[in-house]
């Protein structure tokens, strides 16, 4: 004899050593010498709970991890009631089709009325289980008095009997005699339960037919039970015969082979489903609470589908964003979770809102697959987080430790910035600012905002900013391909849900140019109406003026009303922001160097023959001398790409001749070359520009200049003779 050790579920390999080194595996003829391992079982439930002492009953035990092992012993514990010792009684148990385990009650030899005895199990003979289940014995009972003790045949009644002993029991069944007379001298007792031949029976008797189901719903529950069924019965006649033959108008029902009870009342039967194993289980019940016959719906079986409670996970990072929405309603959502079951299709998916006991709001949802379902926020009275539960028969809803909340926020209110426009250019690239005056999440991290350019069928979705400590939001418009007057719709949960903004904005074409002005003269102090001939304007009432200097004679000035007298030409905007369309951009990047590139912001002019020309400010010192690369961009992102020849083996006498766009240089202050090329025979007019340091230079010299001309020789260019060096005067 020998210890099991612990091992893994399942049949093993026993091998037998002599000598503590040398094993042989022992052959077992049949499966009763295996020796099999299983895990710890458990008793569920028992059905029946009770059973006479003096006769033995069929008991069915349901649990987990029920084996057939062969070996399967029941043991009845209870205490005697002469000496009051514990006896035990073992019966053998076996292992049915539906893994439950049927065994016979023993007879007990007690006097006493009522016995309370322990049930416990044991797949091996040996081990029992730790926790027991109750179980009573009875001698004998009689009804010790019925109340009323008569009653009229036309009308139903009630009746209440008295039991003597009580008795713990978990399923009581009467059986009701009538006797009656087929002459005086001849009584008759008959049961009206059970099989009756008709041609025994009087001319008064009544027949009925068994009553069709005409409906049962829902189909499916939770396997923990719970689930209130409804069946309703299409003939009324059945209903008045039950009422009359049955105090308490139960009818017994069979879930598979899990027994239930239920109520009738009006035709409609209720029953609460008891806990199942998971799967399709047919549903029985009977009207004589002897038969049970199968529930039928136009001829076809009914089956009641059980399944796992489904629970509800929290959202990931990708749907963080869809976790909130306006009490108005109507945000899609989409929970994630699994178990979720698409059930029977009279059975309705529903999705609550719980805000708690006495308020939650409950729509419907769709069963996508086992891990999504999708609803539509409703309407709510109230601001806050809901808690998000699910239901798949449209009775039952999930509970997790992990719940899913819902955040309800006040109807999103904007207002429009002072200096925003209220109309932009065709071409778009218009800057619009909005203030949130309320109407936001508790958490702003989540906020993902989207705006839609509505106009009748046309829509354009773009991008919005949302800065979190002024609460406001900043896009830009989107090229439009015809004059027009559009709408605003906002988004904050990344377009998933848009609300109207009750904003407008007005497309129209781009500006045309100035023809004339009228005066083209004024003083300095300004104050100067002028008039500005510029035919097919389209008046926004945002029209607003430019003025930039043409020439200056310092270089440090730069303002509308100068002191002196200035020459300076007028621009116009039709909403006092946005020139002709997006941004423009000038990228300088160094010859050798490109990431030493900088980027001014550029404007757009325009002369009386369309030409437009883009003008930018290089502020003295943002590069260093040498050459560079001169580039455009009209986002912001990408900049054009134009072949320039190498400066250092190209001159640009040779970029002259092959019309292609030399890189552009930048000088060491105080003076630069503005002529980088002559002949080689002289006479070529040099011009050097300066400026006031230039200037003070030349004034102390008398009005005296020379320039001297060097020659450079570069590395691997020229191979003839350079000339020397030449001073010649300047003017």
């Not at 099999?36 to 987990?64: D, K, N």
Request: charged share 15%; aromatic share 10%; net charge neutral.
């Amino acid at each position: 004899m020998c210890c099991a050790p612990a091992f893994p579920v399942g049949y093993c390999q026993v091998f037998v050593s002599f000598n503590d080194q040398q094993y042989t595996k022992c052959s077992f003829p049949c499966r009763q010498s295996s020796f099999l391992y299983f895990q710890a079982p458990a008793i569920s439930h028992v059905s029946p709970v009770c059973s006479p002492s003096h006769v033995g009953s069929t008991v069915l035990i349901r649990g987990i991890e029920l084996v057939d092992t062969g070996t399967i012993q029941l043991r009845f514990t209870y205490a005697d009631d002469r000496d009051g010792r514990h006896v035990t009684q073992i019966v053998p148990g076996k292992l049915n089709q539906d893994g439950a385990i049927v065994c016979q009650t023993p007879v007990l030899k007690v006097s006493q009325s009522m016995v309370y005895s322990r049930l416990d199990l044991s797949l091996n003979g040996c081990e029992y289980t730790d926790v027991g289940r109750p179980f009573y014995f009875y001698s004998q009972h009689k009804l010790t008095k019925v109340e009323p003790s008569g009653m009229a045949l036309e009308l139903p009644t009630s009746q209440r009997l008295y039991l003597s002993p009580e008795i713990v029991s978990d399923g009581i069944q009467l059986r009701l005699h009538v006797s009656y007379r087929m002459s005086p001298s001849e009584p008759v007792t008959m049961s009206v339960l059970g099989p009756v031949d008709a041609t025994q029976l009087s001319v008064g008797s009544q027949y009925y037919f068994a009553p069709v189901t005409h409906r049962m719903a829902p189909l499916s529950g939770f396997t923990t039970g719970g689930t209130v069924v409804t069946l309703t019965i299409h003939d009324s006649m059945v209903a008045i015969y039950y009422a009359s033959v049955q105090a308490n108008h139960t009818i017994p029902f069979m879930f598979g082979n899990v027994s239930a009870c239920g109520n009738l009342c009006d035709s409609v039967i209720t029953c609460v489903a008891p806990p199942l194993p998971a799967g399709h289980h047919a549903v029985h019940m009977a009207f004589n609470q002897q038969s049970f016959q199968p529930v039928q719906i136009d001829g076809h079986p009914v089956y009641f589908e059980a399944f796992p409670p489904p629970q509800v996970a929290p959202p990931d990072a990708a749907h963080a964003s869809v976790q909130f929405g306006p009490t108005c309603g109507g945000t899609p959502l989409e929970i994630q979770g699994h178990g979720f079951v698409a059930t029977a299709s009279d059975s309705v998916t529903l999705v609550q809102f719980w805000f708690s006991h006495e308020s939650n709001v409950v729509v419907p949802g769709t069963v996508v697959n086992a891990h999504v379902v999708t609803c539509v926020t409703p309407r709510v009275d109230r601001v806050g987080r809901a808690v998000v539960l699910v239901s798949c028969n449209g009775q039952q809803f999930s509970d997790a430790p992990h719940h899913l909340t819902f955040e309800f926020h006040a109807p999103t209110v904007l207002s429009l910035s002072v200096a925003c426009p209220h109309s932009g250019s065709l071409r778009g690239g218009t800057a619009i600012q909005f203030h949130v005056v309320s109407g936001l999440p508790q958490d702003l991290s989540h906020v993902d905002a989207v705006v839609n350019v509505v106009e009748r069928s046309m829509i354009r979705t773009t991008p919005a900013a949302f800065d979190r400590s002024s609460r406001t939001l900043s896009f830009i418009t989107p090229a439009w391909p015809y004059p027009a007057h559009v709408a605003f719709d906002l988004s904050l949960n990344k377009g998933t849900f848009f609300v109207p903004t009750c904003m407008s904005f007005l497309y129209y074409s781009p500006p045309p140019p100035i023809r004339g002005i009228c005066p083209a003269a004024g003083p300095v102090g300004g104050r100067t109406w002028v008039e500005v001939e510029c035919p097919g304007v389209v008046d926004t009432g945002e029209v607003t003026f430019k003025l930039t200097p043409i020439q200056s004679s310092d270089e440090d000035q730069d303002i509308l009303q100068p002191p002196v007298v200035l020459v300076v030409k007028a621009n116009f905007r039709n909403n006092g922001t946005s020139d002709y369309g997006a941004p423009i951009q000038v990228q300088f990047t160094p010859w050798g160097n490109p990431n030493l590139a900088v980027i001014v912001s550029g404007s757009v002019l325009c002369d009386s023959n369309n030409n437009k020309t883009i003008e930018c400010l290089l502020t003295q010192g943002s590069l260093e001398a040498g050459y560079c690369r001169v580039e455009l961009s009209l986002n912001g992102q990408q900049f054009s790409a134009t072949e320039y020849p190498d400066p250092r083996h190209v001159s640009p006498l040779h970029v002259v001749y092959r019309r292609l766009l030399f890189p552009f240089r930048v000088f060491v202050p105080p003076f630069f070359v503005a002529t980088t090329f002559g002949s080689a025979g002289g006479g070529s007019r040099v011009l050097i520009c300066g400026g006031h340091k230039l200037v003070k230079y030349v004034t102390r010299g008398d009005g005296k200049c020379h320039v001297q001309l060097t020659p450079v020789r570069l590395l691997g260019q020229m191979t003839a003779k350079l000339p020397d060096k030449v001073m010649v005067a300047a003017q």
